[in-house]
């Protein structure tokens, strides 16, 4: 499958196709939910999500360093070195690191904006210091760089039948959805490192604090306050979930599938902290493995009725030789 992506996506250069190919190892490593998802694209598309996911994915992890190798400043001196090496390579189009020649020629391909990845650096850098997020306003100035430019990021790929701009407000709402799931689902996690991305005050209107959290982390133990912060976070992301899911209607149909999947999974992850009763400092949430596979499922139903559709539409023009419109949203 590989090669038939990147055949399709017209990258034929073998360095530059075995950078494309690191890519892909990542995303469908660490990201399993979005990568089940982007199998759902069309082939030609597929290599520049890859990089674009690999790019942010290997930024993360020198921020995490989950095996807790490295000092602060030693992924500090790491993280500038990506950073310096982006610059270059968005530039140039090379670059010492293969995720970053990948996704310099993603960023040339579809015209991404060079700012979008600088803020993202900008919000991988915070996590080297910051560690929790007074309200909920200076956590989106966080999310801006690590989640809203994301979906801008992605937008030039998947294509839209409205104008970009007008797009763009629920592609940031995706992304900010995206990641304040994870960082529901990632509670415990988060606080092994150092972080609480909840929202101090958000916590604190339900009586919780950070060292709450750590008995409860330390001890297994649960506390009627904390899942009472926990339903509030989960709202909230719901919410703009309600924001974010008019935009997929705005994507070329070819991509909705694959966003409308992504969108039902990340989205099924709050349904599952729910199921497990907010027991997220102890356990990790995920979709069962037979609500996934449905979800592919019917994202393929939708990619073949959206293929069938252009199809009918190259092939049917009107006797005075103007395009058919699409008939509504394939969503």
């Given at each position: 499958?590989?090669?038939?992506?990147?055949?399709?996506?017209?990258?034929?250069?073998?360095?530059?196709?075995?950078?494309?190919?690191?890519?892909?190892?990542?995303?469908?490593?660490?990201?399993?939910?979005?990568?089940?998802?982007?199998?759902?694209?069309?082939?030609?598309?597929?290599?520049?999500v890859?990089?674009?996911?690999?790019?942010?994915?290997?930024?993360?992890?020198?921020?995490?360093?989950?095996?807790?190798?490295?000092?602060?400043?030693?992924?500090?001196?790491?993280?500038?070195?990506?950073?310096?090496?982006?610059?270059?390579?968005?530039?140039?189009?090379?670059?010492?690191?293969?995720?970053?020649?990948?996704?310099?020629?993603?960023?040339?391909?579809?015209?991404?904006?060079h700012?979008?990845?600088?803020?993202?650096?900008?919000?991988m850098?915070?996590?080297?210091?910051?560690?929790?997020?007074?309200?909920?306003?200076d956590?989106?100035?966080?999310?801006h760089?690590?989640?809203?430019?994301?979906g801008?990021?992605?937008?030039?790929?998947?294509?839209?039948?409205?104008p970009?701009?007008?797009?763009?407000?629920?592609?940031?709402?995706?992304?900010?959805?995206f990641?304040?799931?994870?960082?529901?689902?990632?509670?415990?996690?988060?606080?092994?490192?150092?972080?609480?991305?909840?929202?101090?005050?958000?916590?604190?209107?339900?009586?919780?604090?950070r060292?709450?959290?750590?008995?409860?982390?330390?001890?297994?133990?649960?506390?009627?306050?904390?899942?009472?912060?926990?339903?509030?976070a989960?709202?909230?992301?719901?919410?703009?979930?309600?924001?974010?899911?008019?935009?997929?209607?705005?994507?070329?149909?070819?991509?909705?599938?694959c966003?409308?999947?992504?969108?039902?999974?990340?989205?099924?992850?709050?349904?599952?902290?729910?199921?497990?009763?907010?027991?997220?400092?102890?356990?990790?949430?995920?979709?069962?493995?037979?609500?996934?596979?449905a979800?592919?499922?019917?994202?393929?139903?939708?990619?073949?009725?959206?293929?069938?559709?252009?199809?009918?539409?190259?092939?049917?023009?009107?006797?005075?030789?103007?395009?058919?419109?699409?008939?509504?949203?394939?969503?």
């Amino acid at each position: 499958m590989t090669h038939r992506e990147l055949n399709a996506a017209g990258i034929t250069d073998p360095a530059l196709r075995d950078d494309y190919t690191r890519c892909r190892k990542l995303n469908a490593r660490h990201g399993k939910t979005y990568f089940l998802a982007t199998r759902l694209l069309p082939v030609e598309h597929r290599s520049a999500v890859h990089a674009l996911y690999g790019f942010a994915r290997w930024a993360d992890d020198i921020v995490d360093d989950l095996d807790r190798t490295r000092s602060p400043a030693e992924r500090d001196r790491l993280l500038r070195c990506l950073e310096s090496d982006l610059e270059r390579g968005l530039l140039s189009g090379r670059g010492a690191e293969p995720v970053v020649r990948a996704v310099a020629d993603t960023a040339a391909r579809y015209g991404i904006g060079h700012s979008l990845f600088a803020d993202f650096l900008v919000s991988m850098r915070n996590d080297l210091h910051v560690t929790d997020y007074p309200t909920y306003r200076d956590l989106q100035a966080y999310m801006h760089g690590s989640a809203a430019v994301i979906g801008l990021q992605m937008l030039p790929v998947l294509g839209t039948v409205v104008p970009r701009e007008e797009a763009a407000p629920h592609a940031v709402a995706l992304g900010v959805a995206f990641q304040l799931t994870n960082f529901l689902r990632d509670v415990g996690e988060d606080l092994d490192r150092g972080r609480v991305y909840l929202p101090a005050d958000l916590l604190a209107a339900h009586g919780v604090d950070r060292p709450l959290l750590q008995w409860s982390r330390r001890t297994g133990r649960r506390d009627p306050r904390i899942r009472a912060a926990l339903v509030t976070a989960e709202a909230m992301t719901r919410r703009v979930y309600r924001l974010a899911e008019p935009g997929i209607a705005m994507l070329d149909p070819r991509t909705r599938p694959c966003i409308r999947a992504a969108f039902t999974l990340y989205s099924g992850i709050l349904d599952a902290i729910a199921d497990q009763d907010y027991a997220v400092l102890h356990r990790r949430a995920v979709v069962p493995r037979g609500r996934r596979a449905a979800t592919a499922a019917a994202g393929v139903v939708r990619l073949a009725h959206a293929r069938w559709r252009s199809r009918v539409t190259r092939r049917a023009p009107p006797a005075n030789g103007a395009a058919v419109p699409m008939e509504g949203p394939v969503q």
